[in-house]
C-alpha cells in the first residue's frame, strides 16, 4: 500500500473509530491481528509468517503495533498513537502482547484470525477473550471513498487483462499457459498478488479448480475468473466464453446466470440482509436443475482482502449498508460440461448500486 | 501437488502413523486444519480463504476429509481410509465436523493453525483441545527420500533464476522490474508460488522490505533472496553480490557471514538441539557488532511450508533428526549501507549433512 499524508490520517482516524467501539462493546481492550486489518490501521501490511504481529488498541487510550524487529522498519509510517513494540527472536511476541494489555479483563480478538496457541495463551493470563471481528469488519465493512476508488482501479487492471485473455486465447493453448500470461500482465501492471483462475471445458464445472496443462479445444467453454490486488485493495471479475459458437446448455445457462446477477445486484442496497441477496439468484438459478447445479453463495465483500465479511450466503443476516462493496457471482455448473458464472464488484449505495467496473457482460466467442 | 499412486500411497501411510501418533499422545482425535498438513495427508492442497477444510483422524479408526461442497471434487485422490465429508453454503462446516468428533474427548489440534472461533466452537461441544501441531510437525519434519528430492528440485529452478539475475541485472534496473522477471520465470519454469525479495543498497539492511522503484547504482550491495514452490515443496536461497568492486565493509561481513554459514551447518547433525544451530552461526557474527547488527535466527526447517517448524532459534531445545530439511541464512545488516545473507537448504542425515543446492556461495561483481 502506497503510504502517504492522507493514508496516515484515515489510519488515525480508524485507529480512534476502533477505540470507541472497543469501548462501545464493553472491552478493555481489542487485540487485531488479520494482516489486512493490521494494514486498515497502520498502512503496514505484514509478511505474516510464524511470527506474530498485532495492533492493541486500548479503551482506555494508548495503543500499539508490535512486530518483530526484523520489521520494525516497516512501522514508521503508523498513526502517531500507535507505540512501535517490537521483540527478538528469543521471544514469540506473547510477552510483549500481554505487557500491552495489563489490567484488560476483557479483550476483544479476531475470532477468524487469532491461532488457538495465542488465544489459550492470553486465557491463561487471565484475559477474558471475546470474539470481536464483527466490531472491526464493521469498521472495515463500510469503505470510504479513498476505498472504493482503489478497488475500481483495481477493476480497471482487471479489465486490460480480460482484452489480453481475449485477444490471445486460441485452441491448443493450455490453462497454465494462459493463466501465467494473466499474472505476468497484472504483475506488470502493479498487481502485488493476483488469482488468475480460467479454465476450460469439464474443468470448468469446478470453481476452485486450479489451472492444468488441458488445452483449449472447439466446444469448450471458457469460464474466466481473474482478481488482482493493487495498492492494497482487490477486484475480482468472471466473464466466459465459447470457442466456436455456443451450443444450446450454455446460451441457456449464460442467459439464467446474467438474469440472476442482474436480480442480486438490484438487491444490494442498504438495510437488505445479506442473505435476501443470496435468495434473489439462487431462485432463478433453481428454476433450471437440468441445466446445472449451484455450488456456492452469491458472493462476498472485496477490500484489503479478496474474500472478506459479510458474506452472501444463507446463514448471514448482516443488513446491507452505504459504502459496502460485494462480488456478486452467481455461477451454474454442470460435471463433464463445464460452468458458467459472471461476475462483478458491486458498492451499496444510498441511491442505486454502482458497478465498479464498465466491462461487458457479453458471452465472448473465440473464433477457431 | 501432483497425484500419483506413491503420492497417494505415501499419505495413506502417513494417515496411519498420525493415527499411532494420536494414540501415542493419549488423544481420542486429532483435528488438522493447516493447508500443508492436510496436503501431507491427502495429497490436495486446499485454497482455504473463510472456508474450513480439516482432516479428521480418530485413534480408534476412521477418519475423514472435511471440505466445503465447491471443493469436494478435488479430494477424489485422498487416501481410501477418510471418507469424504462436504458441507454446502448453508453451514460453516462445525456441525459436519463435531459429528467426526463424536465421543471423542481429548482432540489435538495444530495449536499454530485453528482459529480461535473454531476452537471455542469445539470446545464449547465439550471437547477439551490439546495443542498437537508437536504431533503432527513430528511427522512432517523428518522429510522421506521423495520430499528431499522434491526440495532439491525446487533449488535447481532457484539456481537457474540465480543464473537469470546475474545476467540481466545492470545499474538502472528497479527492484520491482528485477524481482517481477524473477517471479515470471519461476512461474514459467513451473513454480505455482514464490517470493523473490532481492534489495538494492540501503534498502537491503531490512530483511522483510519488499522490492520498490529503487534503482540499483554504482557501489550498491545486491541482497538476492528467492524462493519458490515446485510441486508442493518449496525452496528458499540467498546469495549478494555488489555493483562494481565491492567495499572494504561488503568484503568483511561477507567473509563473516560465510563462516557464520559454515559453523551453522557443519552443526546440523542428529541430536544437535535447534538452538545449538543458531549459537554456533551468532557467536561468529556477534565478535564484529562494528559491522552490523544480527536481527533474525539462523533458519527454519522448509518443505510444504516455506517456515515450518523446527525453528532454529534461541529458544527451540528441539534436536535434530535424519530427515530434517532446513534453511541456513544467517545475515548481518547495517542501516543505511544494506546487508549480507547466505542462504542454502540443508538436510540433516546421519552422516554429514548434505546441501541441496550446487549453487557457489560467491559474491558476485556486477559489472558497471
Keep these: 500500500m502506497a503510504v502517504n499524508e492522507s493514508t496516515r490520517t484515515a489510519a488515525a482516524a480508524r485507529v480512534e473509530r476502533l477505540r470507541e467501539a472497543t469501548a462501545g462493546a464493553g472491552l478493555d481492550a481489542f487485540v487485531v491481528t488479520a494482516d489486512e486489518s493490521i494494514a486498515y490501521l497502520t498502512g503496514?501490511?505484514?509478511?505474516?509468517?510464524?511470527?506474530?504481529?498485532a495492533v492493541v488498541v486500548r479503551a482506555d487510550g494508548g495503543g500499539a503495533v508490535v512486530v518483530p524487529k526484523l520489521d520494525a522498519g516497516q512501522v514508521a509510517e503508523a498513526p502517531d498513537s500507535l507505540a512501535r513494540v517490537s521483540y527478538d527472536a528469543s521471544s514469540d511476541?506473547?510477552?510483549?502482547?500481554?505487557?500491552?494489555?495489563?489490567?484488560?479483563?476483557?479483550?476483544?480478538?479476531e475470532e477468524d484470525h487469532i491461532v488457538f496457541a495465542r488465544s489459550a495463551a492470553l486465557t491463561s493470563r487471565g484475559h477474558e477473550?471475546?470474539?470481536?471481528?464483527?466490531v472491526i469488519f464493521e469498521l472495515r465493512a463500510r469503505k470510504d471513498e479513498g476505498e472504493i476508488e482503489a478497488v475500481r482501479r483495481a477493476c480497471g487492471l482487471l479489465e486490460a487483462a480480460y482484452a489480453l485473455v481475449w485477444d490471445v486465447l486460441r485452441p491448443g493453448m493450455s490453462e497454465r499457459e494462459?493463466?501465467?500470461?494473466?499474472?505476468?500482465?497484472l504483475r506488470d501492471g502493479g498487481a502485488t498478488d493476483s488469482h488468475p483462475v480460467i479454465l476450460f471445458?469439464?474443468?470448468?464445472?469446478?470453481?476452485?479448480?486450479?489451472?492444468?496443462?488441458?488445452?483449449?479445444?472447439?466446444?469448450?467453454?471458457?469460464?474466466?475468473?481473474?482478481?488482482?490486488?493493487?495498492?492494497?485493495?482487490?477486484?475480482?471479475?468472471?466473464?466466459?466464453?465459447?470457442?466456436?459458437?455456443p451450443s444450446d446448455w450454455v446460451l441457456e445457462?449464460?442467459?439464467?446466470?446474467?438474469?440472476?446477477?442482474?436480480?442480486?445486484?438490484?438487491?444490494?442496497?442498504?438495510g437488505t440482509p445479506a442473505r435476501d441477496v443470496e435468495t434473489a439468484e439462487r431462485v432463478i438459478l433453481e428454476t433450471r436443475p437440468d441445466l446445472g447445479e449451484v455450488l456456492h453463495g452469491a458472493g462476498h465483500a472485496i477490500g484489503l482482502a479478496i474474500h472478506e465479511p459479510p458474506f452472501l450466503v444463507p446463514r448471514s443476516g448482516m443488513p446491507l449498508a452505504h459504502g459496502m462493496i460485494f462480488t456478486i457471482e452467481p455461477g451454474l455448473y454442470r460435471a463433464?460440461?463445464?460452468?458458467?458464472?459472471l461476475e462483478d464488484d458491486v458498492v451499496v449505495r444510498d441511491g442505486a448500486p454502482e458497478i465498479l467496473s464498465t466491462l461487458p457482460l457479453d458471452l465472448v466467442e473465440i473464433s477457431l
Tied chains: 1, 2.
Design 44 to 53: 503496514f501490511r505484514p509478511l505474516q509468517l510464524e511470527r506474530l504481529f
Design 93 to 109: 511476541g506473547i510477552p510483549e502482547l500481554a505487557e500491552l494489555l495489563d489490567g484488560a479483563a476483557r479483550v476483544g480478538v
Design 129 to 134: 477473550l471475546a470474539p470481536g471481528g464483527g
Design 178 to 185: 494462459l493463466n501465467g500470461r494473466v499474472a505476468s500482465f
Design 201 to 245: 471445458g469439464e474443468n470448468a464445472a469446478n470453481p476452485h479448480a486450479d489451472p492444468t496443462d488441458r488445452v483449449l479445444r472447439e466446444g469448450d467453454v471458457v469460464c474466466a475468473d481473474i482478481s488482482a490486488c493493487l495498492d492494497g485493495y482487490w477486484g475480482d471479475l468472471t466473464r466466459c466464453a465459447t470457442v466456436g459458437p
Design 253 to 270: 445457462v449464460w442467459a439464467l446466470v446474467r438474469d440472476a446477477q442482474a436480480a442480486s445486484i438490484a438487491a444490494c442496497v442498504p
Design 336 to 341: 463433464g460440461l463445464g460452468g458458467i458464472r
